[in-house]
């Protein structure tokens, strides 16, 4: 690896990695208020992208991206209604198969509404060949879009969760859901909340990749892997972890490519994966002390 | 064993041989064939219901353990298996028999290893791959240990994906039968096909017969007491963990064992049997035959797979099993063949009419 390539390998580690850190921060957003790991988070991001690729062929492109975080935030507020809503105190197993079964029947859904062609937004900023020149490595300017909307994420969320009433009776919901309840908080509204603002917030990442990685029926699932991965890393439930976990698993997966096949690159994800809950189940940056209280 | 447990199993055996007779009486034992590899897929269900279940250990990346079987049959019985050792080695091992060489019907040379070695292989592939992942996943809890078998599953998918003994993405094709007794194939031959059937169907009541022994055994006991609760089954003196991994290895055996002959049977394999999708419908079948419900898992196992392989799900193939995971795990979470389930679907039905805020 020569110095260019370095900063080249490192600007699309970054790019796919803060795509896997909000695929992170939706899984933390619901299991936060729920406890559920909600499999299905992938196929939020393959909805946001197909949607806003078939409207913007009737409407501007900024229009179509907000129908599409509209619908998909629809998407995913009917789910908690109709799936998870009124089942009272649902075993982990159960929840798990449920969120599996939801994720397959979105696939599917979607592979019948479009079809299993590959297909992409057109880019914000001029096109395919257009590039930005830093430190000797080309990339396109979708790159800054798509830091820019993580960015802008990370910090409305925190905005969201540190300085409003909703946000902080989430935090409450997260910190000890019968306390919450016994303040006044409508903890069956707040997971609703918890489901819709997961969705829209992937949904708005699947538009902003969708340039660089294309979109496809079945893209959900390989993006729920790496960004469950960026979650356990990062600790699951904290958001920071979930940022700089993120991040680091798409710098060590683009430097993979340059010594392993490109075959294996999603195997050493998931190598990195196994590793981390065989031998830190808590994350990185989770005490030793405390993980070993607690349930894995 | 009482009578009254023989005699579910017998009429089993008895509804089996009916269909053939019938099925060969009306000309219609194309039917069998399906029918041969459903019952190889219900055995990889067999095992996951007694490990989903008894043991309340979830496994999302069975296919694995199938593929392993069915990779491990087919490199052995395909010149691919060329490509594991240098010329040397290969002649060696002809002349020890170890490797049967044999002529082709275009007069190419043809490897093969003999089948006591490739199924003796397969099984300790299997085992050796199952251990050594058994140990460590096996500590892990709901979502995590769930995660971690679909990771595991998963890079074994890219595994067969990308290498090239495996195929790549073709699979392994022209796979030849694997001889039982002197001039009885597991194989795709029409001539063996009503032997192919029972062969199927023994492997499987076989199975049925010793897990159902099994769970009724102190073992079974000693599951259900670690899917009740692990702290207390621990205290109670049950070793969880060495528990918990051989019933691990067990169900990863018995996927192993439906590989093998599946890929005999149908003379290939590709890298879509190890795929997400296929651990998660041999997860979906075990719900809705009843997690702890042998007879159940069996009948829908056979039932399911017939169904999907017959082609009547159409392009909704996997969209059915998914749909079948949510309706079953929100309405009837103990399976489908329970009276509480009919009350359930009267509740939902009740408050889908006013969902809001009840």
């Known amino acids: 690896m020569s110095p260019d390539n370095i900063v080249q390998y490192l600007i699309s580690g970054i790019t796919a990695g803060s795509i896997y850190a909000i695929v992170a921060i939706g899984f933390n957003i619901i299991y936060n208020t729920t406890g559920i790991i909600n499999f299905a988070q992938g196929e939020f991001l393959m909805l946001g992208g197909m949607i806003s690729i078939t409207l913007a062929q009737f409407m501007p492109l900024p229009a179509a991206i907000l129908a599409a975080v509209i619908i998909t935030a629809g998407v995913g507020f009917l789910i908690e209604l109709v799936f998870i809503r009124w089942i009272d105190s649902p075993s982990v197993l159960r929840m798990i198969i449920i969120t599996i079964g939801l994720s397959i029947v979105i696939r599917e859904a979607a592979l019948h509404i479009w079809d299993e062609k590959v297909r992409a937004l057109p880019y914000f900023t001029g096109n395919e060949i257009t590039s930005i020149e830093i430190l000797g490595a080309r990339f396109s300017p979708q790159v800054l879009w798509v830091l820019g909307t993580c960015a802008i994420i990370v910090i409305i969320l925190n905005i969201f969760y540190y300085y409003t009433l909703t946000g902080k009776s989430m935090r409450a919901c997260a910190a000890n859901r019968t306390a919450a309840s016994l303040c006044g908080i409508n903890i069956k509204n707040m997971v609703s909340l918890s489901f819709t603002l997961s969705a829209a917030i992937g949904a708005l990442a699947g538009c902003v990749i969708s340039p660089i990685t294309q979109t496809q029926y079945d893209c959900g699932a390989t993006l729920a892997i790496k960004g469950f991965t960026a979650a356990i890393f990062g600790g699951l439930g904290s958001s920071t972890g979930a940022i700089v976990a993120g991040l680091l698993i798409g710098v060590i997966e683009a430097a993979s490519i340059s010594i392993i096949p490109l075959a294996y690159k999603d195997a050493i994800t998931l190598t990195l994966l196994l590793g981390i809950l065989f031998f830190r189940p808590g994350g990185i940056f989770g005490s030793r002390e405390a993980a070993a209280l607690k349930e894995y | ?358």
């Open chain 2, 1 to 358: 064993m009482k009578i009254s447990s023989h005699l579910p199993v017998a009429l089993l055996g008895a509804i089996v041989v009916l269909f053939q007779v019938l099925m060969s009486a009306t000309g219609t034992d194309y039917l069998l064939i399906q029918l041969t590899m459903s019952a190889y897929y219900a055995l990889v269900v067999l095992g996951l219901c007694l490990l989903m279940g008894y043991a309340g250990q979830i496994s999302m990346g069975h296919a694995a353990f199938f593929a392993l079987g069915g990779y491990t049959a087919a490199v052995l019985s395909t010149n691919n298996l060329t490509q594991l050792f240098s010329a040397g080695v290969l002649e060696w091992l002809v002349q020890k028999g170890l490797i049967i060489l044999s002529t082709d019907a275009y007069g190419a040379a043809a490897y093969r290893a003999p089948a006591w070695l490739s199924l003796g292989t397969a099984v300790l592939i299997t085992v050796a791959v199952s251990f050594a992942i058994g140990i460590p996943v096996l500590r892990l809890k709901g979502h995590y240990l769930a995660m971690a078998t679909l990771g595991f599953g998963t890079i074994l998918y890219r595994i067969f994906l990308g290498t090239r003994i495996f195929g790549e993405a073709d699979g392994i094709s022209a796979v030849r039968p694997c001889e039982i007794l002197p001039g009885l194939f597991v194989g795709g031959d029409p001539s063996q096909r009503v032997f192919n059937y029972y062969f199927a169907w023994i492997l499987l009541i076989g199975a049925l017969v010793l897990l159902l022994n099994l769970v009724r055994s102190r073992v079974g006991r000693a599951l259900r007491a670690i899917h009740g609760s692990e702290e207390a089954a621990g205290a109670m003196g049950i070793d969880t963990a060495r528990y918990k991994l051989n019933i691990f290895v067990i169900s990863a055996v018995f996927a192993a064992l439906g590989g093998y002959f599946m890929t005999h049977f149908n003379g290939g394999i590709g890298p879509s049997e190890a795929g997400i999708m296929k651990s998660v419908r041999y997860v979906a079948i075990v719900a809705v035959g009843g997690m702890a419900n042998l007879w159940g898992c069996l009948l829908m196992g056979v039932v399911l797979n017939f169904l999907s392989l017959r082609g009547y799900f159409g392009s909704y193939d996997d969209a059915v099993f998914g749909a079948l995971l949510i309706i079953i795990m929100a309405l009837a979470p103990e399976g489908i063949f329970r009276k509480e389930s009919i009350s359930r679907i009267k509740e939902l039905t009740r408050r889908l009419s006013w969902p809001f805020w009840k």
